[in-house]
């Protein structure tokens, strides 16, 4: 099993793959003015097990697009959408967020949690502009740099997990500088953080280490995952996920 199947099984059965929770989705959602619209078309990049697509569905008058590379992820989504009663309002789609199709201005909202990383906030933000109606809502979250300053040991284990890690100001203006115009920004909780994400996810590697018989491979991505959770605990007050909510303002 290749490191891609191993880590989708390690976060499928998982309601989340990333730090967030409903609350911060729901205030999300309130910061972008969309309860006020109608027969919104949205699309949810990097949706995983679909955390947010099933908020959105539930408060939204809305046809959610759920977009995600893992199909085993939007398996679950679909179960979880069904179970929820909401499974007509979401269209599962096995995709790249690389490689998006949406026609030109054909969507309200753009959502991302914990997401964009994956090709890079710069690179996302101005890509996806095209897709958005004017006037449309880039809600995405992020990893932010909360201080100026921060550990040694913190910058350099981030700068190289993801060298576009930065503060909310420089965040702030690359989407301004992309043709948005920011409605509001907020900083996940800790326990978004440990009790929504990491804990799951510790309960999990036993069983995971198991099933791939104590492989290298396995016990690789246990290890990181540690290395991960170790530093969140210690430094949590200098890093966290930013979410950022902005309208398409211009050409960008
Ligand atoms: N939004 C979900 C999942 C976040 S984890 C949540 O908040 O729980 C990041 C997700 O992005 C994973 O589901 C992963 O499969 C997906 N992903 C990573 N790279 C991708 C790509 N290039 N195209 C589409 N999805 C991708």
């Known amino acids: 099993m290749?490191?891609?199947?191993?880590?989708?099984?390690?976060?499928?059965?998982?309601?989340?793959?990333?730090?967030?929770?409903?609350?911060?989705?729901?205030?999300?959602?309130?910061?972008?003015?969309?309860?006020?619209?109608?027969?919104?078309?949205?699309?949810?990049?990097?949706c995983g097990t679909g955390a947010s697509t099933l908020v959105l569905a539930h408060m939204l008058d809305a046809s959610i697009v759920a977009v995600d590379f893992l199909e085993p992820f939007l398996e679950t989504l679909t179960a979880r959408a069904d179970d929820a009663g909401v499974a007509e309002r979401i269209i599962p789609c096995t995709a790249s967020?690389?490689?998006?199709?949406?026609?030109a201005e054909s969507l309200d909202?753009?959502?991302?949690?914990?997401a964009i990383y994956n090709i890079g906030f710069e690179r996302g933000v101005r890509e996806w502009h095209r897709?958005?109606?004017p006037g449309g809502i880039l809600a995405v979250s992020e990893l932010t740099w909360l201080t100026e300053r921060r550990p040694a040991e913190?910058?350099?284990?981030?700068?190289?997990?993801?060298?576009e890690v930065d503060t909310a100001a420089a965040k702030m203006a690359l989407l301004e500088h992309h043709g948005y115009a920011p409605l509001g920004y907020f900083v996940l909780p800790r326990h978004c953080w440990l009790e929504g994400y990491y804990l799951p996810l510790q309960q999990r590697f036993q069983?995971?280490?198991?099933?791939?018989?104590?492989?290298?491979?396995?016990?690789?991505?246990?290890?990181?995952?540690?290395?991960?959770?170790?530093?969140?605990?210690?430094?949590?007050?200098?890093?966290?996920?930013?979410?950022?909510?902005?309208?398409k303002s211009g050409e960008g």
Not at 9 to 33: F, K, N, V, Y
Not at 154 to 163: G, H, I, P, T, V
């Open 2 to 46: 290749n490191e891609l199947a191993l880590l989708a099984d390690l976060h499928r059965d998982t309601e989340r793959q990333g730090p967030c929770g409903q609350a911060e989705t729901r205030l999300a959602i309130e910061l972008s003015g969309l309860r006020e619209r109608r027969g919104l078309r949205i699309a949810d990049l990097g």
């Open 97 to 103: 967020m690389e490689a998006l199709d949406f026609a």
């Open 109 to 114: 909202a753009i959502w991302s949690e914990g």
């Open 131 to 133: 897709f958005l109606k």
């Open 154 to 163: 913190l910058d350099a284990y981030w700068r190289e997990q993801y060298a």
């Open 207 to 247: 069983t995971f280490l198991s099933a791939h018989e104590n492989s290298a491979a396995a016990r690789t991505i246990v290890q990181d995952c540690r290395q991960e959770i170790d530093l969140y605990e210690r430094y949590s007050q200098y890093f966290g996920y930013g979410f950022y909510i902005a309208r």
